[in-house]
């Protein structure tokens, strides 16, 4: 168990429609990240947010956004979703003094429909 | 553009074999290459990492050999195990600038 957090753990939406991937990152981690997983591109990072600030950007779709909050859970909206949004979503948290350690949970699969 | 480019796809071993997972990158200002170990339901978890100050790191069964001149990192798993079935990926990344560049994955299956 890494101690990072997700929920909900499965997805299934329709086409057009808008939803929330939540995150809790580990107990004293800063940074959050967002990783899109899919059979054919693999893992690709989305975003990055430090303590509440966005601190990178990926490959993320204009229709998708997300925010850290103040006590540091994360949000990962999708919106306008097509069948091609299908996948599973990761969001990893890494400590300040070691940023390059990041530990990822258990994701979030997204089906949509 | 792929950054850093992994092989096999997929790799099958006996059991009590070795492993052997490769990684190419490009971008020779990458200064940070973890394994990640992913099995199905689950998200990746960091296995080992290596900086390019050294040319090899050991954690138990597990091995990371790198060579900077040829840009190539590779996961030797020795003494393999059915519960080392799983998919790893390597990774490479600037440290300073942390977004994980990650290869498309190799499926490991040990067989008894």
């Known amino acids: 168990d890494s101690g990072v957090t997700q929920t909900p753990k499965h997805l299934i939406t329709a086409t057009g429609q808008r939803v929330t991937l939540r995150c809790s990152p580990r107990?004293?981690?800063?940074?959050v990240y967002w990783y899109q997983q899919s059979l054919d591109q693999g893992l690709q990072f989305l975003i990055q947010?430090?303590?509440?600030?966005?601190?990178a950007k990926g490959n993320i779709l204009e229709r998708f956004s997300a925010q850290q909050f103040p006590d540091l859970h994360s949000e990962l909206n999708l919106s306008s979703l097509e069948l091609g949004d299908s996948a599973l979503y990761f969001c990893?948290?890494?400590?300040?003094?070691?940023?390059?350690?990041?530990?990822f949970g258990p994701g979030t699969r997204l089906t949509v429909t | 553009q792929q950054q850093v480019k992994q092989s096999p796809q997929s790799l099958i071993v006996q059991k009590g074999g070795i492993s052997i997972i490769n990684c190419a990158y490009e971008?020779?200002?990458?200064?940070?290459f973890p394994w990640y170990q992913q099995f199905p339901g689950k998200g990746p978890a960091l296995l080992i990492a290596?900086?390019?100050?050294?040319s090899e790191k050991k954690e138990g069964r597990f091995t990371i050999s790198f060579n900077k001149s040829a840009k190539q990192f590779s996961l030797h798993i020795m003494d393999s195990q059915p519960g080392d079935s799983a998919t790893y990926f390597c990774?490479?990344?600037?440290?300073?600038?942390?977004?994980?560049?990650f290869g498309k994955g190799t499926r490991l299956s040990v067989i008894a």
């Open positions: 990893a948290s890494s400590v300040e003094q070691i940023p390059y350690e990041q530990y």
């Open positions: 107990s004293g981690d800063l940074s």
């Open positions: 947010y430090y303590n509440g600030e966005e601190r």
């Open positions: 971008n020779t200002a990458f200064d940070y």
């Open positions: 290596i900086r390019p100050d050294v």
């Open positions: 990774a490479a990344s600037i440290i300073g600038n942390t977004p994980l560049v």
